[in-house]
């Protein structure tokens, strides 16, 4: 894997771009009211990414009837530089019709100990918990 950022002699506004070819822009806290995307965002939005892929594909090997997902990813991070996180919480919302508790909460746990590289990772540097709620859909 490669990406590269360019700098786009606007402030800290830089032009992110990966091997897939997509591209984003990533802006600075100081930058105020410029579009687009954070750093440490990009990683909670990867982990979240990364997880519901997982989640998702695991209820659906095992025939949940799961007609709406979304994984919320919260951060805390440190008041002092380098303001790392301090605590990260994994939050599945899975609405469908009959969903087994189990099943949500053993791909979470594949999720988790087996299949996503970027939950793997972070939790060697922060505690990441996690939670999900079902809701029953009509």
Known sequence: MDAKVTWK????????????????????ELDKGVEGFR?????A????????MDVISILRKKRQDVIDFE?????????EYPRVWTKTVIEYVVTGRGVD????ER????????YCPAQNMLGKA????????IIEAE
């Open 9 to 28: 002699h606007e402030g800290l506004t830089l032009q992110a771009t990966a091997d897939t070819g997509g591209q984003i822009e990533l802006v600075s």
């Open 107 to 114: 791909a979470m746990q594949l999720s988790r100990e087996t």
């Open 126 to 133: 922060v505690n990441i918990e996690t939670k999900y709620t």
């Open 71 to 79: 994984v919320r990813v919260h951060t805390e991070k440190a008041d």
């Open 45 to 52: 939005m990867g982990l979240a990414g990364c997880t519901a």
């Open 101 to 104: 508790p189990a099943s949500v």
């Open 39 to 43: 750093p440490m965002e990009l990683l």
